[in-house]
């Protein structure tokens, strides 16, 4: 399986340097474009552009999560310690996600949450400012996380049965190995 991730490592690397090149070239002659009607097809082809790059990236990033995942599970069953491969040392971690309550369906759990908080009830009570404050998902991740690790109940509006591990990596490349 290694390999076929060589491969696909060298087929992104040449793309991405490829790609970098032609928008970096791009870039110079739109600034000397004045044509309005050939900078909105340009940022459309752009735009368009970013759907596959970043469909590509969610894939990639579906994928790694799915090899951590799996490699914590294996993890589970040795003594412990850190994971050691040919190009990175990787520490296993464990963060505990929850169903955040909604506004509209949960109101009386989510305005425990918000007051729990201490945001104003002015920020988020206000259907003309919804937008105002929101709960920043990998923020309230690491905060849910150490309220479980050192024993203390979940926030109000949090309901304990939809609280659940998310197994994840931390991981760090080991020296002279930038390439896979």
Request: contains cysteine; hydrophobic residues 35%.
């Amino acid at each position: 399986m290694v390999p076929e991730a060589q491969a696909l490592f060298a087929i992104l690397e040449n793309a991405h340097s490829q790609v970098y090149l032609g928008v970096k070239a791009l870039h110079e002659k739109v600034a000397a474009c004045h044509d309005m009607v050939e900078l909105t097809e340009l940022a459309w082809t752009l735009k368009q552009s970013h759907k596959y790059a970043d469909d590509m990236r969610k894939e990639l990033e579906r994928t790694q999560k799915t090899c951590e995942r799996l490699a914590c599970l294996l993890w589970t069953k040795t003594d412990g310690g850190p994971i050691r491969s040919p190009s990175c040392t990787a520490t296993p971690r464990v963060k505990m996600m929850a169903s955040l309550p909604h506004r509209e369906r949960d109101p009386e759990a989510y305005a425990a949450l918000m007051s729990y908080l201490k945001i104003p009830p002015e920020l988020w009570g206000d259907k003309d400012n919804y937008d105002v404050v929101r709960v920043h998902w990998p923020g309230f991740v690491d905060y849910l996380t150490e309220k479980i690790e050192n024993g203390e109940p979940t926030p109000p509006g949090i309901d304990v049965t939809k609280t659940y591990p998310v197994y994840g990596l931390t991981m760090r490349g080991k020296r002279g190995s930038a390439k896979v």
